[in-house]
């Protein structure tokens, strides 16, 4: 079982920057990163992240936000600069060991034009 703790969300002004944390207890996850939810059913990544470094982004964050992750604590980091009010969303954690993926329960991210 995996438990993902996440921090860091927040209001912040267009152009700003905010860092997302999130922590997984539990066994140690192959891949990690970071989707988002604006208001409607659709889930997007963000960028994601494996125990070896390999990264992903989406085109419209490229750029703009870097994923990072430190293996020993078992966390993953999202620094988010240049904020625009499109990037306003639920920022979810996501870890994924074997076959099994686990979420976190969300972060609030709201850019003010």
């Known amino acids: 079982q995996v438990q993902l703790v996440e921090s860091g969300g927040g209001l912040v002004q267009a152009g700003g920057s905010l860092r997302l944390s999130c922590a997984a207890s539990?066994?140690?996850?192959?891949?990690m990163g970071w989707y988002r939810q604006a208001p409607g059913p659709q889930r997007e990544l963000v960028a994601t992240?494996?125990?070896?470094?390999?990264?992903m982004y989406a085109d419209s964050v490229k750029g703009r936000f870097t994923i990072s992750r430190d293996n020993a604590k078992n966390t993953v980091y999202l620094q988010m600069n240049s904020l625009k009010p499109e990037d306003t969303a639920v920022y979810y954690c996501?870890?994924?060991?074997?076959?099994?993926?686990?979420w976190g329960q969300g972060t609030q991210v709201t850019v003010s034009s």
């Open positions: 539990g066994t140690f996850a192959s891949v």
């Open positions: 992240i494996t125990s070896s470094g390999s990264i």
């Open positions: 996501k870890a994924v060991r074997g076959i099994i993926t686990y």
